[in-house]
Structures are given as structure tokens and as C-alpha cells.
């Protein structure tokens, strides 16, 4: 029986990166596996030297489907494949149907922008109204967002983990809240899913969007919708195709009925047209693991980690965003003094100099919001932060002595 130390140790060794780099941005794209190289050249190689094979990759779409449905704890049925994140949020902006003076409630100061155009959007088109509420010190306000809804609000959104500074919402207690009131509550679950523990029962959201190249270690180009088969089924899809029509069980893909139709239940009525079979074989490799490492495992893992390097920065004087000890830390560490339209570089000059410094020495993260953010996944271990905290001590050293 191996440690868990030895587990990821033997894990880590299907990543070719992390040889030579030190790669801590998981909030942009996670390093990918040797697995998921196999599996996108098995499906390259079908087309290649067999001229592709459909009923196999409808297998492996139903496949991927389930695991990840699996592990989010959704039903097959809720889960509808999508380009990305913004994908998934304006299939639900599109869908619902907005009245004039209804309203929308969310935090654009922490959203990312692809959760706030598309309810700019529906304003304009449908004159509705956006309620805003600020963020505060970092983190969505969601008392703040209870207490704006009225009852006129039609939907209330946020992101289960921000972008930047990277803190968690407290979002069973908001999707409580909107359930009881009867509000459509949307997530986007970029950020969490498959580096932390994702329920969407325990959240109580309605529908959840996600993209594959972040936590889920998959290529750019996919993405789920998640979408609560209760609060589907009552949604007219903005777009429809042969896919959202259901024609019952084993009908050709080119099948086509009556002029009458039932929609496919759940959220497939909002799949269009054929998927990213190539980027649905990249995912598989990575859902397996998480599913057999168990979310609860990998959140423990990726938020230690966090936490070791969080601290370690503020032993070293530098600037960590929230309390050290805030229940809400995620696997993402941010450094420095926020400044929410700066995400070319950092907001001091110093700060500019350690991110400089750090990709120099081979180790990979991104600015936004102005602040250092270091995205963790399971891929990474002790030596990782180590490395990183050491380097930044020489990086201090170099400044004084300079
Ligand atoms: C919270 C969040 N939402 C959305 C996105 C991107 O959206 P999309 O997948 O539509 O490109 C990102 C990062 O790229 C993000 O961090």
C-alpha cells in the first residue's frame, strides 16, 4: 500500500512539465498528463487510419458525460457539453425569459468579465435591470446579494471560486436563499471544479458552467453546463439542433421528426449540433483520476499546499490577500495589493520584479488584478512551494544587497 505522499509522487510523474518547471497556474490552464496525450492521439489516429469511428465517439461522449456528472454528484441528464464557460453562461442568459424591469443580481467587480457581459447584454436587449453589489475586502459580499434580491430578480449569479483574488463564495448559503425565493441561481464553477470539492446538491445551484482547461487538466475549446433537471425542463433553449430534440432512444443522429417535438429532458436540450470529440478524449484521462482520488482528497492536498506557501509568503513580509486562516481560502494564492484593472502586470514595481524574477527561474503563474496568483493543483508538492519561497528569499536578497 503506498502513502498518499507516494501516490501523487507516482501521479506527478505522468506530467512532463513538472520536471523543469514549477508550475503554479491552474487558474489559467493545469498542466496536462501523459494519459491525456494517449487518449487525444487514439482518437487522432481513428480518423487517420480508419477514417473515424461515430458510434465510438457518441460511447465516449456518453462516457464523459457520466464522469463528470459523477463528479459534481449531477445526474447524466444534467449535463450539457459546451464550448467554455461563457458557453454555458449565455445559454442560461438566453434561455430564460427575461421581462422588462425584472433584474439580475451579481458583483462585477469580482466576476469575471464572461459573467458580466452577458447580463449586460440581456439588459439591453430585454431592458432589464442589473443590481450590482460591490465586493467586499476581496470576497462577494453574499449577505449583500441576499438582502438585493427583490422580487422582481429573475436570476442571481457568481463564481463558486473568483478568478482573482481566488477566495471561495459562500454559495449553499446563497443558493439557499434563491431557492427558497424561487430565483434562478447560476454558477461559474471554472474555478473550483475538479481542484476542489464540487457539489452541486450541497451548493444548491441551478446550473453551473465550467470550461476543460482549467481544474479539470483538459484542452481549451470544452466546456459542461450543468443545469438542475427541475429548472431545465421549464427552459426553452435560445438555440436549438437535432441533439436538443428528443426523437426517443437509438434514433440516427440525422433523424429528423414532426414539426411537433418534445424537447430531450434535462439540460441536453441545450446541446448543439455535433461535440469537441477531441477535447472530450483529452478530459476522460482526468476525470478517471479524480474520480478515483476522491474531490475531498484533492481539495485537502491542493488547499495544504496553498496554505504552506500562503504563510510562507507572509513569513517573508510579503502582502498574501485575506486572513491567512480564512475558511474560505482556496488553492489559489494571490500576492500583492489588488488593483482590478491591471492584468499585465503587477500593481508595484517591486511585485513586477518577483514575477519577472520567478518565470526567469522557471516557474510559471499569472497576473490579475494587479496581485501575484498561484494556482495549485495536484500535480504539485512541498518542493514546488519550497522552491518558490526560496527563490523569492534570494529574489529579497538580490534587492538589498543591489
Ligand atoms: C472565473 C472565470 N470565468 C471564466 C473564465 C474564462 O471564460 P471562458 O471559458 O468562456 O473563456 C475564466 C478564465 O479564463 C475564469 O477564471
Not at 487525444?40 to 464522469?67: A, C, H, W
Not at 444534467?78 to 451579481?106: Q, R, Y
Not at 486572513?323 to 517591486?350: F, K, Q
Not at 498561484?374 to 544587497?401: C, M
Request: charged fraction near 25%; aromatic fraction near 8%.
Amino acid at each position: 500500500m503506498m502513502n498518499d505522499e507516494a501516490v501523487f509522487e507516482k501521479i506527478r510523474s505522468d506530467y512532463p512539465a513538472t520536471k523543469k518547471l514549477t508550475y503554479f497556474d491552474a487558474g489559467a490552464r493545469s498542466l496536462v498528463s501523459v494519459q491525456t496525450r494517449a487518449a487525444l492521439d487514439k482518437l487522432v489516429d481513428s480518423q487517420l487510419y480508419e477514417g473515424g469511428d461515430k458510434p465510438e465517439m457518441f460511447r465516449l461522449i456518453e462516457r464523459v458525460r457520466e464522469k463528470f456528472a459523477r463528479l459534481i454528484n449531477a445526474r447524466s441528464e444534467e449535463i450539457a457539453f459546451m464550448k467554455n464557460v461563457s458557453d454555458g453562461l449565455n445559454t442560461i442568459a438566453g434561455s430564460i425569459p427575461f421581462k422588462p424591469n425584472d433584474n439580475v443580481v451579481l458583483t462585477s467587480d469580482l466576476e469575471h468579465p464572461n459573467n458580466v457581459y452577458p447580463w449586460y447584454n440581456v439588459r439591453d436587449k430585454s431592458q432589464v435591470k442589473i443590481i450590482d453589489v460591490p465586493s467586499v475586502n476581496g470576497q462577494i459580499d453574499v449577505e449583500g446579494m441576499i438582502n438585493a434580491i427583490t422580487p422582481s430578480t429573475k436570476l442571481v449569479t457568481c463564481s463558486t471560486v473568483t478568478y482573482s483574488p481566488g477566495m471561495r463564495t459562500n454559495v449553499p448559503k446563497l443558493g439557499k436563499a434563491c431557492r427558497d425565493r424561487g430565483v434562478f441561481f447560476l454558477v461559474d464553477g471554472v474555478q473550483s471544479c475538479g481542484v476542489l470539492r464540487t457539489d452541486v446538491e450541497e451548493l444548491m445551484v441551478d446550473a453551473m458552467a465550467v470550461s476543460t482547461q482549467k481544474g479539470l487538466q483538459g484542452l481549451y475549446g470544452m466546456g459542461f453546463l450543468y443545469c438542475r433537471m427541475e429548472a431545465a425542463n421549464v427552459l426553452r433553449p435560445e438555440r436549438l439542433a437535432r441533439f436538443g430534440v428528443n426523437l426517443g432512444d437509438d434514433t440516427h443522429e440525422a433523424a429528423a421528426g414532426d414539426q411537433e417535438f418534445d424537447l430531450m429532458p434535462g439540460a441536453r436540450r441545450f446541446e448543439v449540433g455535433n461535440y469537441n470529440f477531441p477535447a472530450a478524449a483529452a478530459a476522460e484521462p482526468a476525470l478517471d483520476r479524480m474520480l478515483e482520488l476522491g474531490s475531498a482528497v484533492i481539495e485537502e492536498r491542493n488547499c495544504r499546499l496553498a496554505r504552506r506557501l500562503a504563510s510562507g509568503m507572509h513569513q517573508l513580509g510579503l502582502e498574501v490577500c485575506g486572513d491567512l486562516d480564512d475558511p474560505l481560502r482556496t488553492h489559489i494564492v494571490t500576492v500583492g495589493e489588488m488593483d482590478l484593472e491591471n492584468h499585465e502586470s503587477a500593481g508595484s514595481g517591486e511585485l513586477q520584479s518577483l514575477f519577472d524574477y520567478l518565470w526567469a527561474n522557471d516557474v510559471r503563474l499569472s497576473i490579475r488584478r494587479g496581485v501575484l496568483r498561484f494556482g495549485i493543483h495536484f500535480y504539485n508538492n512541498d518542493q514546488d512551494v519550497d522552491r518558490v519561497l526560496d527563490l523569492t528569499k534570494r529574489w529579497q536578497e538580490q534587492a538589498v544587497a543591489a
